[in-house]
């Protein structure tokens, strides 16, 4: 992802290799990873098409995950929705044309189970959660390969440059409101709504018709031979 990436070297130290994460989990009990992901159901109707949050484990070559995230206080042991192996035969996918037209997060990828059988399509909801869910999955399936580099989501910016090119721009000023806000056409606007005022202006324009009225019948009477 651009620059936010760290170099495959330091990937790799950054980010527990699966046998070693696997190993201090057995001690500990603990999974490799696990978090929130949105997850695409592919439903046969178009109202169940949807993105769904679910709680992710990944853990001894599976990744499974549940409806949420495990309580404290539950004794229980949670069962999860569904398991998907990871193997050699897996894959760690990052579509584009096949996404929904609407995503949680520019940050999506899909796996495909080893059987080749399930593949799921989920969404990470930041670029960190992005990177350590690729890498780990990945080293999953094969701890062999060099650390996964996950392409820039160059569909998320074609988005945002659509959404500006829907936005109307905000200068110049557009023809309709320059008219509104003329002097000559507030002026009016004044005259309609204040009747005194329209009142007050006749009263003007008759006194200075009659000073003038007067002014020459003066200049005629002075200057009569």
Known sequence: ????????????????????????SS?????????????????????????????FVLENGVLMFFKSAPSAKSKKKAVPRDVFALGPS?????PKDELPSITPSPFCFAVTASDSAKRILLCA?????????????SATINPEAPPVVPPTPVYAMEQLQEYDNVMP????????????????VAIG?????????????DLLVTAIVLLAALW?????LTHRP
């Open 90 to 94: 897996s894959k760690l996918t990052f």
């Open 125 to 137: 909801s930041s670029q960190q959660e992005f990177r350590e869910w690729t890498a780990l999955i």
């Open 27 to 55: 001690a500990s009990n603990e999974p490799i990873k696990a978090g929130y992901l949105s997850k695409y159901n592919r439903g046969k109707w178009n109202a169940k098409r949807k993105w769904r949050q679910r709680w």
């Open 216 to 220: 020459c019948l003066s200049f005629l």
């Open 169 to 184: 721009p905000t200068s110049p000023m557009s023809p309709a409101r320059s008219t509104l806000e003329s002097p000559t």
């Open 1 to 24: 992802m651009n620059s936010g990436y760290t170099e495959p070297s330091k990937a790799r130290s950054s980010i527990a290799s699966p046998s070693s994460s696997a190993s201090s």
């Open 189 to 201: 606007a004044c005259l309609v709504l204040n009747p005194l005022m329209v009142l007050h202006f």
